[in-house]
């Protein structure tokens, strides 16, 4: 239950690349390796496919709670949902426990209920095994009426997320430091984030390009800039949230992980907050003093 | 990589309990909790969905090889889709391992595209993370014309399995008494199991009641017996492939999980092997010289 391993560079998409190398893709609209989830074609919309893992070694910070686990392990399936600016319709689960332990069960499903009720997501089936590790497994099936990615950002446009980003990462330093739960200054963002479903459909009416931000908003944006031939330029990053910690503000709002907010590129937006603007060229870039300084592709990993 | 106690009761049906009181499925036709998979409507015809997880504590017999832990995980998965005589279009999964293994990740997805490729289904999306314990949880989505389950089942007709069963189980059995992996009589069903999808697609265009046979026939049979309000009847269990062997063989057909065939009643089948058949009544029976004997709801479960 310790929390992970903070910076470190990330040989998961190492493994992805291994993905994309096997498996060929001719009925697939998009697969999920080239966004958040899958798209394949259903009549005259398009249905959304993901799937994603979380595990008590590598995903779940001290102190959470089973119902939380529950709640994380829907939402961050139901994240790759609203990265498609899709409506999420189902959600399986397949849970690994230790043994038998009825409480510890009941309390995931009431965090799994709890998110999937509140967004209107039917639990439609899931299975159980036992191991060593406690680990959930999630997926979700969407609707989408158009076909929108993180790889269509055109240079003139503007970056924006929907939230202040750093938040969870703020609070996992903290528990390394030794604060406690009830010291920390986001619970909400670490122990039960938010899928930003409501504002994914929402955004991808006029949006460009989206995706969520699980790893960081680096690799976020490393994906996006690399996806859509362009160049990313953060000018103004707010860190108001993240002072008066012990901690690097820039740092952790650039490199945390955890916040799953979604960042999305459009020729203007009110649903969000303005971080930057994509020109043409490539790579991820921070403004500072009129000087720009590489952004490096690294962030939160599950190592 | 122990194999797994072999017959035990099984709490997982106790958990599932606890599943169908916590969600309420008004718009999911068939939930998963009824039959192996969901049924939900997708216009004129119906989506399945299903999911399973593995790990290498519970379901991975020693000596299997990584490109079959892959092989077994999407196998699985597929059996659900063939238990609703369903056509598998997607498959996703999520692999959890102790590290970057790039060789084991490479034959894990050997496996599944093997199996995959060999049912015309595409991969579409997936997820990593890492754990103590090798995870492969696989997600499937098909489509069917109609609706069928295991709850249909109807007083006169006949009961039939798609092959022979008790085969990986006596392997198991056999590999717990030191046989190595070269000395099996049956490899293929314990390393390689099979989802029967061609049977699947053919037996739904006729029989009433359908499921697959994961933990047992002894289970499938009481759930198919439960869902439909019927009593059945087993009248021939066909021994033979498991003589000569240091094990029971009726309690290996009866009891034994892993071969993944698929259970149906009809009033006339051409394609499976005819054990018993319906009655009206409940419970599940074998007929052993005239006297009915209780056939226990056990077999193979995940601990």
Redesign the interface.
């Given at each position: 239950m310790l929390p992970p391993a903070l910076y470190v560079n990330m040989?998961?998409f190492?493994?992805?690349k291994?993905?994309e190398e096997?498996?060929g893709?001719e009925?697939?609209l998009i697969?999920?390796?080239k966004h958040d989830?899958?798209y394949?074609r259903?009549?005259d919309k398009f249905?959304v496919?993901?799937?994603?893992?979380?595990?008590e070694?590598?995903?779940f910070p001290r102190f959470m709670k089973a119902e939380e686990m529950g709640y994380m392990a829907a939402s961050v399936t139901l994240s790759d949902i609203a990265a498609c600016g899709a409506k999420p319709?189902?959600f399986?689960?397949?849970?690994?426990m230790k043994e038998?332990d009825?409480d510890l069960?009941?309390r995931i499903?009431?965090g799994i209920?709890d998110v999937c009720s509140k967004y209107g997501v039917?639990?439609?089936?899931?299975?159980?095994?036992?191991?060593?590790?406690l680990?959930i497994?999630g997926?979700a099936?969407g609707e989408a009426k158009r076909i929108i990615t993180r790889n269509s950002a055109k240079p003139g446009e503007n970056v924006y997320v929907t939230g202040l980003l750093g938040k969870a990462q703020l609070c996992l330093e903290l528990l390394e430091k030794g604060f406690d739960r009830e010291s920390l200054p986001y619970p909400e963002s670490l122990y039960k984030p938010e899928p930003r479903i409501r504002e994914g459909l929402k955004i991808s009416e006029y949006a460009s390009a989206l995706t969520d931000i699980s790893d960081s908003l680096a690799v976020s944006a490393h994906l996006m800039a690399r996806g859509s031939g362009v160049k990313i330029v953060f000018e103004s990053i707010p860190t108001k949230h993240l002072e008066n910690y012990p901690v690097d503000p820039l740092e952790l709002f650039l490199y945390g992980g955890g916040d799953f907010e979604l960042l999305y590129t459009a020729k203007h937006s009110e649903d969000g907050i303005k971080i930057g603007k994509v020109e043409e060229g490539k790579g991820v870039y921070l403004k500072v003093d009129e000087e720009l300084k590489k952004v490096e592709f690294r962030g939160y990993s599950?190592?």
């Open positions: 040989k998961e190492d493994l992805l291994i993905v096997f498996f893709h009925d697939i697969p999920a390796g989830a899958a394949v259903a009549n249905l496919l993901t799937c994603d893992t979380v595990n070694k590598s995903d319709l189902f399986l689960n397949a849970i690994s038998a009825f069960f009941k499903l009431i209920k039917k639990v439609a089936g899931g299975d159980i095994d036992f191991s060593e590790t680990t497994s997926f099936v599950h190592f």
